[in-house]
């Protein structure tokens, strides 16, 4: 996003009335509606075009003939993987904690709660999102990071080496140790050995809880994982 330039968002939803709420809701907020999609295909069609900053995403999207029902998460992992510049905020009606997972981990930047949010939070989200932060609902995870935790200099970013955060990201974005080792150029057996450091520096008791901590502290997830 440009300065001075308005904040531009794409939708990917089903639902028309819900849709045209959310269009209007942005515009008289002063941002930029770039696309307005029911389908994946033709919301990423509408990205390359015209690239926008955030992207509103639903995950469950019903064809209006009511023939097939498809999912916006690989809308998410799309534009991870050839619009890493735009940021995926996922808006949906799915409360479950491993689906919230599957998001942040195929590339979302954040995960809204579509009964819990109101028009002023979601704004808020919205900015939040461009400004390149990283949001998981609260609601979900009852023992959230504590805000000193976050600082990169504090907390415990602050007590990762460069190459443990470069492996905290692929962790992030769902790669194997052994995709890790190729993309970073290093043995298993170094992976491995960042990891057990990761593990004791974060005090985590899994993968799962690693990935989701380095979501919940901004962790750069590479484009190519």
């Known amino acids: 996003m440009q300065r ?5 968002i794409g939708i990917l939803e089903d639902q028309q009335i819900f849709l045209e709420s959310l269009v209007s809701l942005l515009e008289l907020s002063g941002i930029q509606v770039t696309a307005r999609c029911a389908t994946v295909e033709d ?3 509408q990205t390359r075009q015209q690239p926008p900053d955030v992207a509103l995403v639903d995950l469950r999207l019903e064809h209006r003939d009511g023939s097939e029902v ?3 998460l690989r809308a998410v992992e799309l534009l991870h993987d050839f619009h890493p510049q735009v940021r995926a905020l996922v808006l949906s009606g799915n409360r479950d904690p491993a689906e919230v997972e599957r998001c942040l981990r195929a590339g979302a930047a954040g995960y809204l709660c579509k009964q819990n949010v109101g028009g002023a939070e979601l704004l808020e989200a919205v900015e939040r999102v461009a400004r ?15 805000m000193d935790e976050l600082s990169p200099t504090r907390g415990a970013l602050g007590r990762l080496t460069s190459r443990e955060r470069e492996v905290l990201g692929y962790i992030a974005s769902g790669a194997d140790n052994l995709k890790i080792s190729v ?3 290093i043995t ?12 004791r520096k974060l ?3 899994n993968r799962t809880q690693m990935a989701m901590l380095a979501c919940q502290l901004g962790v750069e997830r590479p484009v190519n994982a």
């Open 183 to 185: 993309c970073l150029g």
């Open 188 to 199: 298993e057996r170094t992976v491995k050995a960042h990891i057990t450091s990761i593990y």
């Open 132 to 146: 390149g932060e990283r949001l998981v609902p609260p609601e979900l995870f009852p023992s959230p990071v504590q």
């Open 70 to 72: 498809s999912s916006g």
């Open 203 to 205: 005090d985590v008791e």
């Open 4 to 8: 001075g330039s308005p904040l531009r």
């Open 43 to 45: 919301f990423l069609a």
